[in-house]
C-alpha cells in the first residue's frame, strides 16, 4: 500500500468510491490507451453492481465522462465541469484525454447493468474501438472505496502491487502499532510519522497534513453559507446547516448548545458533499464529515491550543488507523455496508481525538474500537442512490460517537475486553454476510420503504 496519506484526499462529492474513484478511473484508462489515442474514435462505458445500481444518484455515470476528459477529482471547478459535461451531453462530442474531440452519446455509450462482476461489488469496464468499430483496449477497475481504484489484475494478485514488503518500520494490525510505541518508546502519531518518513520528508508529512486541515475548514464554510439552499437531486432536500449555523452564532447560554455544535460541524461538511462540492475523503466521502466535525470541535473547546502540532498529529493518528481498515478489512459501503464508511470513520476519529488529548496508544487504540463497536451491522441503504438520506445526519452521529468513545476510553481504569483488531476483522466479516440489497445498491432498508408507508 505504501504510504498512509492517501487515507486523506481532497476530491469533490459526494462518493468516494462512486465518484472520485470513476473519474480517477477515467484518467487511468487515458493514460491506459495514449499510444493508440489517435486511432480511439469511441468509447463506451460499462457500469457494474453498486456503481450501477446507484451510479446515476451518486453521479458515477458524469464522473466516468469527466475523467475520460482527462481532468483529476482535485483539479474539478465547476466551470470545467459544466464545460465538460455540457459538451458530451449536449454537443455529443467527448475530449478524450483533453487532447481530442470524438463523438458520444450517452444512451448508447454509457451502459447499467445489474449484474456483479466477480471481484467487487463496484464494478466499471472502459472500451475503446477504432472507427471500424474495433475494440482497441478494454479495462476492467474496481472502486475499492476511498477513491482507490484497483485493476482486475491487481485484485486477482495483490502481492505485485503490495511494494512495501521490505520497509524498516511497518505495522498492519493494532498489535503491530502498540508493540512499536512499546519498543521506540513513542506514540502512535509519532509511529505513524515514522512510518510516513519512508516515503517522504517531515516537512512534507505536515505540509500536506494542514492543507487536508485547510480543505476540511473549507468545506464547513462553503456548508453554512452555500450558494443554493436545495441539495441536488430528486429528493429536494433543503439544507439545515446555514440555520443551524444561524442559531450557532446567536446562542451562547444554552447548556446542550455543544451536542448542536457537533452537529453543525458535521452536517455542514455532509450536505457540501451531497451537493457535489469539494471535501475531503476521510476515509470515504459518504463519511467524509465525522473527522472534520471532530476537530472543529477541538478547535472549539480548545482553542489555540488547537495548533499545528495537534492537526498533524490528529491526522497522523487518524491515518494509521484508517489503514488498518483498509489492509484487514475494508472501507467500501458498497463491500461491507455503512458500517465500512461511517464506523471507520468515527474510529478513526475517536482514536485520533485520544491521541491529542493525552490518551496512551493502547487507549488510542481502545476509543477506536469502541467507536466501530457500536457501528457494527450499519447497513447503506441511501434514498434515491443519493448521498443525502440518511447519510448527512449518520455522519454527526459518527462524530458524537466518537468523542464519546474516546472519553470512555480515557476514564475507564480496567483493561478493555476487546481489541481494535478483533473488532475490524468482526466488522468485516459481517458486511460480507451481509444481504447485498443492504450494501450501496437502494434496494433495500430505507430506500426501499421511503415512500410507501402513508
Given at each position: 500500500m505504501g504510504s498512509n496519506l492517501s487515507i486523506f484526499k481532497i476530491g469533490v462529492g459526494p462518493s468516494s468510491s462512486h465518484t472520485?474513484?470513476?473519474?480517477?478511473?477515467?484518467?487511468?484508462?487515458?493514460?491506459?490507451?495514449?499510444?493508440?489515442?489517435?486511432?480511439?474514435?469511441?468509447?463506451?462505458?460499462?457500469?457494474?453492481?453498486?456503481?450501477?445500481?446507484?451510479?446515476?444518484?451518486?453521479?458515477?455515470?458524469?464522473?466516468?465522462?469527466?475523467?475520460?476528459?482527462?481532468?483529476?477529482?482535485?483539479?474539478?471547478?465547476?466551470?470545467?465541469?459544466?464545460?465538460?459535461?455540457?459538451?458530451?451531453?449536449?454537443?455529443?462530442?467527448?475530449?478524450?484525454?483533453?487532447?481530442?474531440?470524438?463523438?458520444?452519446?450517452?444512451?448508447?455509450?454509457?451502459?447499467?447493468?445489474?449484474d456483479f462482476l466477480p471481484l467487487h461489488e463496484n464494478g466499471m469496464r472502459l472500451n475503446a474501438f477504432d472507427a471500424e468499430g474495433k475494440l482497441i483496449c478494454s479495462q476492467v477497475y474496481y472502486s475499492i472505496g476511498g477513491g482507490f481504484i484497483a485493476t482486475e489484475e491487481e485484485l486477482k494478485n495483490p502481492s505485485t502491487t503490495s511494494?512495501?514488503?521490505?520497509?524498516?518500520?511497518?505495522?498492519?494490525?493494532?498489535?503491530?502499532?502498540?508493540?512499536?510505541?512499546?519498543?521506540?518508546?513513542?506514540?502512535?502519531?509519532?509511529?505513524s510519522m515514522e512510518f510516513e518518513k519512508q516515503f517522504h520528508t517531515q516537512e512534507?508529512?505536515?505540509?500536506?497534513?494542514?492543507e487536508i486541515w485547510d480543505a476540511m475548514q473549507e468545506s464547513y464554510r462553503n456548508g453554512c453559507?452555500?450558494?443554493?439552499?436545495?441539495?441536488?437531486?430528486?429528493l429536494k432536500l433543503k439544507r439545515r446547516a446555514p440555520e443551524l449555523y444561524r442559531k450557532h452564532k446567536s446562542t451562547s447560554s444554552d447548556p446542550l448548545a455543544i451536542v448542536d455544535s457537533v452537529s453543525l460541524y458535521a452536517i455542514a461538511v455532509a450536505e457540501e458533499n451531497g451537493a457535489g462540492g469539494k471535501v475531503v475523503t476521510a476515509p470515504t466521502n459518504g463519511a467524509c464529515a465525522v473527522v472534520p466535525a471532530v476537530m472543529l470541535y477541538l478547535q472549539e473547546q480548545?482553542?489555540?491550543?488547537?495548533?499545528?502540532?495537534?492537526?498533524?498529529?490528529f491526522l497522523l493518528t487518524a491515518m494509521a488507523i484508517g489503514s488498518l481498515y483498509k489492509k484487514n478489512a475494508s472501507i467500501s459501503g458498497a463491500e461491507a455496508g455503512c458500517q465500512a464508511e461511517m464506523?471507520?470513520?468515527?474510529?478513526?476519529?475517536?482514536?485520533a481525538m485520544a491521541m491529542v488529548m493525552g490518551a496512551t496508544p493502547a487507549?488510542?487504540?481502545?476509543?477506536?474500537?469502541?467507536?466501530?463497536?457500536?457501528?457494527?451491522?450499519?447497513?447503506?441503504?441511501?434514498?434515491?442512490?443519493?448521498?443525502?438520506?440518511?447519510c448527512i445526519e449518520?455522519?454527526?452521529?459518527?462524530?458524537?460517537?466518537?468523542?464519546?468513545?474516546?472519553?470512555?476510553?480515557?476514564?475507564?481504569?480496567?483493561?478493555?475486553?476487546?481489541?481494535?483488531?478483533?473488532?475490524?476483522?468482526?466488522?468485516?466479516?459481517?458486511?460480507?454476510?451481509?444481504?447485498?440489497?443492504?450494501?450501496?445498491?437502494?434496494?433495500?432498508?430505507?430506500?426501499?420503504?421511503?415512500?410507501?408507508?402513508c
Open positions: 472520485v474513484g470513476p473519474m480517477l478511473a477515467g484518467n487511468l484508462f487515458c493514460e491506459l490507451i495514449t499510444p493508440h489515442l489517435q486511432d480511439v474514435k469511441k468509447i463506451k462505458i460499462e457500469l457494474y453492481g453498486s456503481l450501477s445500481l446507484t451510479g446515476k444518484g451518486h453521479l458515477t455515470d458524469l464522473a466516468c465522462i469527466i475523467g475520460l476528459s482527462g481532468i483529476k477529482a482535485q483539479e474539478l471547478t465547476p466551470t470545467s465541469k459544466e464545460s465538460i459535461l455540457h459538451l458530451a451531453l449536449n454537443d455529443h462530442k467527448l475530449n478524450l484525454a483533453g487532447t481530442q474531440e470524438i463523438p458520444f452519446f450517452y444512451e448508447e455509450d454509457v451502459v447499467f447493468y445489474r511494494g512495501d514488503s521490505k520497509l524498516e518500520l511497518d505495522f498492519t494490525s493494532a498489535k503491530d502499532l502498540l508493540e512499536l510505541c512499546s519498543k521506540y518508546h513513542k506514540s502512535i502519531a509519532e509511529i512534507e508529512i505536515e505540509k500536506y497534513c494542514l453559507e452555500p450558494n443554493s439552499e436545495i441539495l441536488p437531486g430528486p480548545l482553542k489555540e491550543r488547537f495548533g499545528p502540532k495537534m492537526v498533524v498529529d464506523g471507520s470513520a468515527s474510529s478513526m476519529a475517536a482514536g487507549q488510542v487504540c481502545s476509543a477506536a474500537e469502541i467507536a466501530m463497536e457500536h457501528h457494527l451491522g450499519l447497513t447503506c441503504d441511501p434514498v434515491a442512490g443519493l448521498v443525502q438520506i440518511p449518520r455522519n454527526a452521529f459518527g462524530a458524537i460517537k466518537a468523542i464519546s468513545a474516546a472519553r470512555m476510553a480515557m476514564s475507564r481504569e480496567s483493561d478493555p475486553t476487546v481489541g481494535l483488531d478483533e473488532v475490524i476483522l468482526t466488522m468485516y466479516q459481517t458486511g460480507k454476510d451481509m444481504d447485498l440489497k443492504y450494501k450501496e445498491t437502494s434496494l433495500g432498508g430505507l430506500a426501499k420503504t421511503f415512500g410507501s408507508v
